[in-house]
């Protein structure tokens, strides 16, 4: 260690211990997960491909695949039509307002996702704060339900996940030159013009980074799509623990783990790609 | 600017300032809600309470009663401490590597080692139970404490490696001119800049421990219950009042830590990159 850190142009060796400690710990787990996807017995003896062909040649678990990207997509949706606002006041706040913003941004990253989980089953039951909105504004006639629905379930992501969202975007845009939004507006340009042509393409890396990391953990939410969602509504997570720790088919389980894994790994891939191409696009 | 105020400028001032008001009021809504539903005196979790009384706090306090919340809320701490110092060594140490090498190399293992904060942790969560029950370890706090470490290094990676790029390569230059050996330097001019870094980074990793879920779900067994993962159980079997009390337990307690990591290593000036 001392030698490491006084020995010269040898830094490499300081990632030593995490790359070990991530052979040990990361990619041996994952790499056990793929080889047990690959049997066809409960045992793990037969290795085959049976599983994978039971999987994919099975509707149901198309539509929970297609349901589970369909969901993060919706809260993407969802955090970019609230969170890029939030961003833009932010940037325009004085000093102090930045303050309490970023505070009350921060804070609800910091509590527990089962604490808000848990806040959104008070707030959306049937005889929920929101219910009880509806009904004394009249704006309906009876409670509506909300838990065990994808309505629910989104609003709920969308509160989980909007700091992801908008903790890129404020780092991001807090780097643009204010002077190129004055000279646009200087130029003529109307509030909505210098917002679409100046304010969203320069901070479009921003953008990338918070729907990646929005809709990574909005596909993985198990607590939060097992409670809100309840059993009615079947996500992918919620296969893989009931494959695995309920009834105990561990190639079963690593199938849909792996399908997790790689539809969600493309989907964010392919997204940077574009994002990518539009910045080339847009030259910035 | 202000001489014209046409229709789409003042729509734009609406529809951009109501929904960052919508975004504010559903980020916060839900705290205030839990808070006011814990100090509720009646068995339900109706919303408004129709009176308050501190009686689940009480139950949740009774050493007897919510022995099990105790021990999970005991391992989750126990858990957290120890991978979160697992994850700023190792996290800082890599992070100095990082920061030395430009190679291709170096940055793919940058994205390797980031990479748990994009992976889906229910599928890693999996992968972690099975691989420990091949090499016929039983779930203990060992290997949560391992697997954890592993899920939140990144936020130490990004923090510390945030703040060496800050750190201007003339001051251990100047060092070095000076005289001063490498250890030397690194231990009077580098960490002291570095250390707000590493600390932001160390407290949202314990954070993210405490909160991590997928891991916990797979890890957990009779000799490592985590809160989240009993909290869960609370929720999903019948709605005990005593979630909300945690819950609240829980929102003092980081609005405290906040403040106090906000006062020592400016901690949201730090996370906003």
Redesign the interface.
Known sequence: M?RL????GQ?????????L??MA??A???F??FG?SAFDDEQITQPGLQTWAGFLGDPFYWRVTGNTLKLGALTVAATV??????A??YMRSSPRVQ?I????????V??????????????L?R???LN?ALLALGLTAAPLRFLQTELGLI?SL??IE??MM???L??VM?RIDDSLH?AS??LGA???RT?FRVTVPLSLPGLIAGC??VF?SS??A??SQ??IGGNRLVY??LV??QQ??VVYN?PL??VA??M??VS??LC?AVFMLLGRRSMRYLNV | MSRRNSVGDISHTVVIGGLAAFALLILVGPVVVVLITSLTDSPTLRFPPTGFSLQWYEKLFDPVASRQIHRAAFNSLEVAMWAAAAAALFGTCAALGLAGTRSRSARTLDAVFMSPLILPGIAFGLAALMYFSFLGLRPSLMLMIAGHAIMIVPFVLRTTGASLMQLDPSLSECAASLGSSRLYTFRRITLPIILPGIAAGTFMAFMASIDNVPVSLFLSGPRSDMLPIRLWGMMESTLDVRVAAVSGVLIVSVLVLMLLMERTVGLTKRLKG
Do not use: K, N
């Open positions: 001392l850190l006084t020995g010269r830094q490499w060796q300081l990632m030593l211990p995490l790359a400690a991530f710990f990361f041996a787990p994952l056990i997960l047990v039509l609230i969170g890029y606002p939030l833009v006041v303050r913003l970023i505070f009350l941004i921060i804070m609800p910091l509590l527990s996702v089962v604490v808000r989980t848990f806040a959104w089953m008070v707030i039951g005889e929920g704060v009880q609003i969308t509160q909007l700091p908008v903790l890129p404020i780092s807090s004055d507006s200087a109307s509030s909505w917002f990646t990391l990574a596909t993985t198990f607590i097992s409670v992918l997570p893989v623990w695995s720790l561990w389980a690593s783990a792996v997790l894994l969600v790994t964010i």
